[in-house]
């Protein structure tokens, strides 16, 4: 797809600053000779009817070019400003369908520069490019034609100098060049240190690393500075080179001009012209050099933008849809790879679950257990065996029904900064407002939140006003706010003290009678009561089957179990 499709929305404003810009040129174009006109037949005869008369038309051609100008300007501003509003959109877009790994290999900080940043170059070369690209050309054809038109010989003269201005355009493009991919990149990392130091605050607090993040920092951040003046100094010794030709020029030209002249071959108002032509000539060979000189930075974001737009997005899921409710899920030697690891996430999970039925999924860090709930979320695909919704194998099955039919409390919380109101809204936008008191009552959250106007009350920075076990709560009653067939939860109880998580499960298990829900935990208190227990190691199955069965049977549980002193108590209200 091409990074400028959305330009040809804009055709009717491109036609407009196409003949405004035409109209400049030419406006400009003829007054040298208008001026030639009243010097040579007005002034040198003293003719004032004939000097009134031009310089009236001067007045009118001169107030019109400026009209023509300045509209020119506003409507290219305004094509620009409104394809790069488009091209943003067409990236963002890309980003949102994109899975967890592609966003991982283009780069989080890299995925925001690409949509500010560069899409910015992107702009700024559009806009430059839109008048300048039929105006330099112009300009400097049109001014070498008048010349010529002016006096034969001297345009001849003047031409010597043009090779010099190219031979010297090349050779900036040449060195400056290959900086510019350097640059993105440069500006990349110093917005992933950015992005790291802002989100890791605490951590980086906590650990009194503030000194080594600024040295890093300072490194990335003064690698970007000396790579923008190197081709900023490269770049700006165009532009005196350049004026010192335009300088030498019209000299050359007002030396011979002036020979010229004194020969009777030439008139003053002839020689004022012409020298007003070869700066325009020189003005369109400038232009023409800035418009090259910025494409090779446009070409570096044109490149990135592409990547993201072209980017081939693995499609997860399938056509299958799903007409009923989800009642079933099974997974028969269901086995996982994340993409490019040697090692399987999951290995050959068996387990099924139906309707009204709770499953319990234990084991410690790193053994899998998000892992299984994100192929359920059809973020990833099974790489083997297969995990079935309703019997169907769900890479056939339509992403949507399949997530529409699931509420998940992650294991990481992350909250909008808005009102409460507006984040349960996020899991059910027709919620009303008493169904969301009560599921904040359910998952215990109504008791922090004030008295008054309890659902006004602000979330902040994702949920940085709450505490662990505030925010868990409320991600709970989030989850609670949508009608689902599947409840999930990822450590969901894992901040909680004992009694609140034996008081919220009490309070679900209420809820949540008929539907499907899978408990991920640490503690063997809080999935006890499970129908089913699926005991994780590593990406194996070490046990599977109920609290008593397992304890008894599976010598894997009953060590965690009994880490846990378990086997002492027989309720969990004992431990509160
Ligand atoms: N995005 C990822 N890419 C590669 N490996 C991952 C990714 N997420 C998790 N893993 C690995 O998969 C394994 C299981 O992780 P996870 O399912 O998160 O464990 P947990 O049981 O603690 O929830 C771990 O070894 C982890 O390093
Ligand atoms: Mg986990």
């Not at 499709?5 to 007054?31: P, R, S």
Request: no cysteine.
């Amino acid at each position: 797809m091409s990074v400028f499709q959305d330009l040809k929305k804009y055709k009717g404003l491109l036609a407009i600053v196409f003949f405004l810009t035409l109209g400049n040129t030419i406006g400009e174009l003829y007054l040298p000779r208008l001026l030639s006109l009243i010097v040579d037949n007005g002034i040198a005869v003293e003719d004032v009817q004939y000097v009134l008369k031009i310089g009236g038309i001067m007045l009118i051609v001169t107030l019109l070019t400026i009209l023509v100008r300045g509209s020119a300007s506003f409507f290219s501003a305004k094509a620009a400003m409104a394809f790069s509003r488009d091209l943003r959109k067409r990236i963002f877009n890309k980003v949102n369908h994109m899975t967890f790994d592609e966003t991982e290999t283009l780069g989080i900080s890299s995925l925001i520069t690409r949509t500010t940043n560069d899409v910015g170059h992107i702009e700024q070369f559009v806009l430059l490019m839109m008048r300048p690209i039929l105006r330099a050309p112009l300009q400097f054809v049109g001014g070498l034609v008048m010349a010529y038109l002016t006096h034969r010989r001297l345009t001849a003269i003047v031409l010597i100098s043009m090779p010099i201005i190219f031979v010297l355009i090349y050779f900036v493009i040449r060195v400056v060049i290959p900086f510019f991919p350097q640059l993105q990149k440069a500006l990349d990392r110093v917005n992933l240190l950015l992005r790291q130091r802002l989100t890791g605050l605490k951590v980086v607090r906590a650990f009194s690393r503030d000194e080594e993040e600024e040295a890093t920092f300072d490194q990335a951040n003064n690698q970007y500075y000396q790579l923008s003046t190197r081709i900023n100094n490269t770049m700006s010794t165009v532009q005196p080179i350049l004026a010192f030709v335009v300088s030498v020029t019209t000299v050359i030209a007002v030396y011979f001009g002036a020979k010229f002249i004194v020969d009777g071959t030439m008139n003053i108002g002839e020689l004022m012209a012409f020298i007003q032509y070869t700066a325009q000539v020189m003005t369109g060979l400038v232009m023409m050099s800035r418009m090259l000189t910025i494409i090779p930075r446009t070409s570096t974001s044109i490149s990135r933008v592409k990547e993201v737009i072209d980017y081939p997005s693995r499609k997860v899921g399938g056509t299958t849809r799903l007409n009923e409710s989800m009642y079933a899920i099974e997974a028969k030697d269901l086995t996982f790879y994340y993409p490019g690891a040697n090692l399987p996430a999951l290995s050959k999970i068996n387990f099924s679950l139906k309707a009204g039925e709770v499953l319990g999924i234990i084991g410690g860090t790193g053994s899998g257990k998000s892992t299984f709930l994100k192929l359920l979320m059809q973020f990833y695909e099974p790489t083997e065996g297969d995990l079935l919704i309703n019997g169907i194998p769900i890479n056939e099955i339509n992403t949507d029904d399949v997530r529409q039919r699931l509420s998940y409390v992650p294991q990481q919380n992350f909250f909008f900064s808005e009102s409460v109101r507006g984040n349960m809204q996020y899991s059910n936008p027709d919620i009303t407002d008493e169904k969301i008191i009560e599921d904040l009552t359910v998952a215990k959250a109504r008791e922090f939140l004030p008295n008054d106007n309890p659902l006004d009350s602000k979330v902040v920075r994702g949920g940085a006003n709450f505490s662990g076990g505030q925010r868990q709560r409320l991600a709970i009653s989030r989850a609670l706010a949508r009608d689902a067939n599947v409840y999930i939860f990822d450590d969901s109880f894992s901040a909680l003290d004992y009694r609140t998580d034996y008081e919220i499960r009490q309070a679900l298990e209420d809820r949540l009678e008929g539907v499907m829900t899978i408990i991920v935990a640490q503690r063997v208190a809080t999935i006890r009561h499970a129908d089913k227990i699926l005991v994780l190691e590593d990406g194996e199955v070490k046990g599977y089957g109920s609290h008593d069965d397992l304890l008894a049977h599976n010598p894997v549980y009953r060590e965690i179990a009994l880490s846990q002193g378990e086997e002492e108590v027989s309720t969990d209200e004992s431990k509160a």
